[in-house]
């Protein structure tokens, strides 16, 4: 912190009590750390940079690679991105034919055991930008990534309606703190 702060130790104890942890302090939001701030400290700003920084860089690794070409690459881009978030978030990555990624998009979020997915905005989406190629991951706030019985129903239903809109669904991850678990690879759809 002492890049951050003339008070480091100080700024990293009031960081570690209001967020418990510095994964949750990585992931918090920018509302939630600017209430930390003391009037004129400019931390937040340097914070967010790097920690965009970071983001953008394993966003990267994925953006050169065939979509699921490189499992540990994604992996630890999602667990970085939505691994730690305190609500639960679903995303979908959207590639071209040759499965080089087009977008990514943030299609449902909510609470724990609780994200509605619109499967018209996920597919409405995806051919709005010819996507060939899909996947979706999801977080459990919980840190858990195995998939619930809700899930796996969702993706057999989402399954079907890509194969009938001429789009590859590849696979359903879902992300833990620190695991991803692959539906596919897991043999559940």
């Known amino acids: 912190m002492t890049p951050l702060s003339a008070e480091p130790n100080e700024l990293a104890d009031r960081l570690l009590h209001r967020f418990g942890s510095i994964s949750a302090i990585s992931n918090a939001d920018e509302a939630d750390l600017r209430e930390c701030a003391v009037h004129g400290e400019h931390w937040v700003e340097a914070l967010l940079a790097v920690r965009q920084l970071l983001h953008d860089g394993s ?73 060939r190629q899909m996947l979706i991951a999801h977080n459990h706030p919980s840190g858990d990534a195995t998939p619930s019985n809700s899930d796996i129903r969702q993706t057999k239903e989402l399954l079907a309606q890509a194969k009938c809109l001429g789009v590859t669904l590849i696979d359903h991850l879902v992300v833990g703190r620190r695991r991803v678990t692959s539906m ?6």
């Open 59 to 131: 966003r990267e690794e994925i953006v050169r690679t065939r979509l699921g070409d490189d499992r540990s690459s994604l992996d630890r881009y999602l667990i970085q991105s939505i691994g730690g978030l305190r609500h639960e978030r679903m995303i979908a990555i959207l590639a071209d034919e040759a499965g080089f990624v087009i977008s990514e998009e943030t299609i449902a979020e909510g609470q724990e055991g609780q994200v509605v997915l619109s499967a018209r905005r996920l597919f409405g989406r995806a051919l709005a930008l010819d996507a």
């Open 184 to 189: 596919r690879e897991s043999r559940l759809i």
